[in-house]
Each structure stands twice: as C-alpha cells, then as structure tokens.
C-alpha cells in the first residue's frame, strides 16, 4: 500500500505545481512516475495475465476477438522488446496517460487537481486493467480539441482509430454533434432527469450490443450481479459531481471548452445507473465522465473567503485520500502492488 501512498503524496504536491499549458520538467517528472509505476507492475490488474499471453501467443488474439489496432501494436512491440513484455505495458502506459495529462493540461483551470481526482477516483489504477479501453478512450480524449474547432472529419478519425483498439468507441461519433449544444443551465438540469429516469427503466442497449457483437456476449452473464456496497458508493460519487457542477453551473463552467466537458459529463449518468445491472454499462461511463473532471476542479474557486477555502481543502484532500484507498483494495485487482523485479 506504501506505494499507492507515495504516488497520492506526490499528486497532491503538484496540484498547485502543475501550470495550465505551459510544459515544464515537473510535468515531464509527474508522466515518468505515473508511466512506470503503471508499466513496470507485474500481475497487477485482473486482466494482466490475459494481455501477457496475447504478448506470448499470437493466436489468442483471434480467438479472443482482439481489435486490429490492439494486435498491429502487439506485435510490433513484440518484434522490438522480444521477450520483455514489460516494455510492452510500459509502451500502453505512455499511450493512456500522456493524453489525459495533455487533456487536463490544456483544459483545466487547475490541471493538478483535476489530476489528483483522476487518480483518486480510481481512473489511474484502470489503466491497470482495462488497456485496450484505455488507449480508446485516451484517443477519444485527443479528439476534443477537434469539438472545440468544429471540424468534424478529424474527429471522426480519432474516433475510428479508437475503434481499432476497442469498439466501444463507436459510441462516441453522435457524441460530436450533442456536446456543441449550448444547453441552459435549465435545460441541463432537465437532461438529467431524464437520463436517470432512462436509466432506470430503460435497458434494450445491452440486449443489443450483446446479441450483435460477438466479443461482448460474455458480459450477457454479469446482468444478475449484485453490485456491492463499494459500486454503490462510486456511483454515488459520479452522481454528486454531476449535479455539483449542474447546480453550480455559473461558478463551474467557465468557457466553451467547459460546457462541452459538461456535455460529456451529462451523458454519463444514464450509464451509472445501468452499471447497477450489468457490468458492460460501467465500462462506457468512463468516456463521458473523465472530461468532467476539468470543470470540476473549478471547485477551488467555490469560496470566497481564504478561511473557508482552507478548511474546504483539507476536508477535500481527506475524502480523496478515502476514496483512493478504497478503490485500489475493492476494484480491478490492483492490490497489493507487486513490480516487475519482485519476482
């Protein structure tokens, strides 16, 4: 657990640290630590085994259905690292988290804390597990900036190279024309009604993406889980950030880069709560959620006196801690962290 700490400890230091867009060798100091901790683990993630042996044995790839893109880089890094495998997840490592760096950098008031919530919330240590969804989802990051320009031919092809590592991505082409709305804050406030109405009695989606695509039907099997106290909690989280930035629209959202990070972030509530009957829904949630985080760490702006703001602070830096530690016991297989030389 000491080395999920040092890298919490180290986050935080560089919320007041890290500079919105200006690179600086602390960034390049802050990628290097979250690259290797994540590439140099070893077994640590519940499908880690499952990537080693695609890395080890080619004709797994095609019976698990892997994407084209996801097996071309494969097979590259195994025709240069041969037998180093790690390498191999230090390379996937790079190509997650070096975007939503890049992301937080150029968007967000306060890229460090927008930082430490994506680390505390537990979307850090899911590069440990979900890597093919993860490089997806990090060049679906990439094509925000394409929204903010209104040229919609580039993001489509960010979309589908994105695709060519997990088809999920698919789901993020009509996202383009929904986040350049400009909602009122009533109006935003209605979509949220009835996304959670929706997703509470609406559930075709699944029965769709499982009937029509093969690689997915295996997740047909979670829809009778009952999700657990921890899943309720996290739900919980994303829930409140939601409506914190929707209730707060005038403090929160800023500029147009904002509102379509809100745009994003609406979209995901539909899916919390589907999550609550399959596991496949938690899995699309990350796409529209992980851009929120931009908005949100306008929170540091929420007080107006400097008194209030400390207290704010420390009780804040106390429920991430929280929230940090139980995410790494109870998800994804993370815990105890074990690298590369332990064995």
């Given amino acids: 657990m000491i080395e999920y700490c040092i890298v919490f400890l180290l986050s935080l230091i560089f919320v007041k640290l890290i500079k919105r867009k200006k690179i ?28 080693k042996a695609f890395y080890f044995n080619p004709s797994l790839q095609s019976a698990e259905k892997v994407e084209e893109g996801f097996i071309t880089l494969i097979n590259v890094s195994n025709m240069i690292f041969n037998d180093k495998y790690y390498l191999f997840f230090i390379v996937c490592s790079i190509i ?12 967000s008031r306060y890229p460090g804390l927008s930082l430490l919530l994506f680390i ?23 094509s925000i ?31 383009y024309f929904w986040s350049n709305f400009n909602f009122t804050k009533k109006q935003i406030r209605q979509i949220f009604l009835i996304l959670l109405f929706a997703g509470v009695v609406f559930n075709p989606i699944f029965n769709f993406v499982t009937s029509h695509i093969p690689q997915y039907s295996m997740y047909a ?3 009778g889980v009952t999700p657990g106290i921890g899943t309720y909690l996290i739900n919980f989280i994303y829930i409140f950030i939601i409506l914190f930035v929707i209730f707060n629209y005038e403090k929160m959202i800023k500029n147009e880069t904002e509102k379509i990070c ?8 539909a899916f919390i709560i589907l999550s609550l009957k399959n596991i496949l ?27 209030s703001q400390k207290v704010f602070n420390v009780i804040l830096v106390v429920l991430l801690f929280i929230i940090y530690i139980l995410n790494i016991i109870s998800f994804n297989g993370v815990y105890p962290y074990v690298s590369i030389w332990s064995v």
């Fill in 24 to 51: 600086e060798v602390k960034d390049a100091f802050m990628i290097i630590v979250l690259v290797l901790f994540a590439g140099l683990r070893n077994g640590i993630g519940t499908d880690y085994n499952m990537y």
């Fill in 120 to 142: 505390s919330l537990g979307f850090y240590t899911l590069t440990f597990n979900m890597v093919r969804q993860f490089i997806a989802m990090a060049i679906v990051f990439c």
């Fill in 262 to 269: 809100l745009n994003f972030g609406i979209l995901s509530v």
């Fill in 145 to 175: 900036s394409f929204i903010q320009k209104k040229q919609f031919f580039r993001y489509l092809a960010c979309i589908i190279i994105a695709a060519l590592f997990h088809t999920t991505a698919l789901i993020m082409i009509p996202i």
């Fill in 96 to 107: 997650s988290i070096v975007p939503v760096y890049s992301l937080f950098k150029k968007n």
């Fill in 221 to 223: 099997n979670y829809g």
């Fill in 281 to 307: 829904f938690a899995r699309l949630i990350y796409y529209f959620f992980i851009p929120l985080l931009i908005p949100f760490a306008n929170i540091f702006d929420f007080f107006n006196y400097q008194k």
